[in-house]
């Protein structure tokens, strides 16, 4: 199970995108294809932009470059995209700027200028998802008043290799999520590290993100092992709100049957799916009350 409060971890999304040796070169190769702009290294200058905490509470899925006066963030999103996704990144770009912008200079007269955001998810779940779509800060409001405030987060659908809508401009995304299919392929909860380095040798074999696995397994499988715990955790905690949510329920149903004399003690422990000890606890409560 992963542990609560850690130090973040970059996922291999990140790091290919971001903190690797060639991170600045991906990440402006996939910047090019979700843009439609053409820089080169050599035009531009980027300078990447990172914060010490991140939205996620384990590992660091995000890619955040200024590119000549433009600040882009990439959001990698699996299983589903988060609606909630303009306001944490509304959160994000708050921060990055606080580390942007000197505080004496948020107290001057003159303006201080800052880089142009823009907010892109690159979606690789198994989902249906449209090709591409936007989502919006508005859209949480209580009410569509036209107020002023608004961030617009554009998510790029790359689930499929196969059918990826950027894929003849990007080979690095498309041999990502290629990579990530294999992996999700050979995952095996039981032994997952050994199915990381399957994922690995047969990702290699096929000439996927070769020269990046050759250099860096041991980190990948580490960054990959951080991820699925997280998975893992997330779904732990689901699990048991679900089950504390049924159980909330059974208690309810007991004590109303309880107040109705419907039954035994027996009798409502099996209708409910509660233990004996349960229902004579609240047998007792009942009768107290």
Not at 90 to 110: F, H, N, S, W
Not at 263 to 276: C, D
Request: hydrophobic share 35%; net charge negative.
């Amino acid at each position: 199970m992963a542990k609560r409060n850690r130090k973040y971890k970059d996922s291999v999304f990140t790091d290919l995108f971001g903190s690797d040796r060639d991170g600045k070169k991906n990440f402006l190769e996939l910047y090019n294809a979700l843009s439609g702009n053409n820089y080169g290294l050599e035009q531009i200058s980027l300078e990447r932009k990172v914060i010490e905490q991140s939205l996620y509470k384990t590992f660091n899925n995000d890619v955040s470059w200024e590119i000549d006066g433009k600040l882009i963030v990439l959001i990698e999103h699996q299983s589903t995209i988060n609606e909630n996704m303009p306001l944490r990144c509304l959160e994000y770009v708050t921060r990055i700027y606080e580390g942007i912008v000197p505080i004496k200079q948020r107290y001057a007269e003159k303006v201080y200028k800052i880089p142009n955001p823009d907010f892109y998810v690159v979606y690789v779940g198994k989902k249906e998802q449209p090709l591409e779509s936007d989502l919006r800060l508005s859209d949480a409001f209580y009410v569509k008043d036209g107020s002023k405030l608004e961030l617009v987060v554009k998510v790029k659908n790359c689930s499929d290799s196969k059918l990826l809508p950027i894929d003849g401009n990007c080979d690095i995304l498309k041999e990502y999520c290629q990579f990530i299919e294999i992996v999700e392929q050979n995952y095996n909860r039981l032994f997952p590290k050994k199915s990381f380095r399957t994922a690995i040798e047969i990702a290699m074999e096929k000439g996927i993100l070769t020269d990046y696995l050759d250099r860096k397994s041991r980190e990948v499988i580490n960054m990959l092992c951080a991820k699925y715990d997280y998975k893992m955790d997330i779904a732990v905690k689901q699990e048991e709100a679900f089950e504390n949510g049924m159980e909330a329920k059974a208690l309810e149903a007991a004590k109303n049957l309880f107040q109705m004399n419907m039954g035994t003690p027996e009798q409502i422990a099996q209708a409910t799916g509660l233990s004996l000890e349960q229902v004579l606890k609240l047998q007792s409560e009942c009768q107290t009350t």
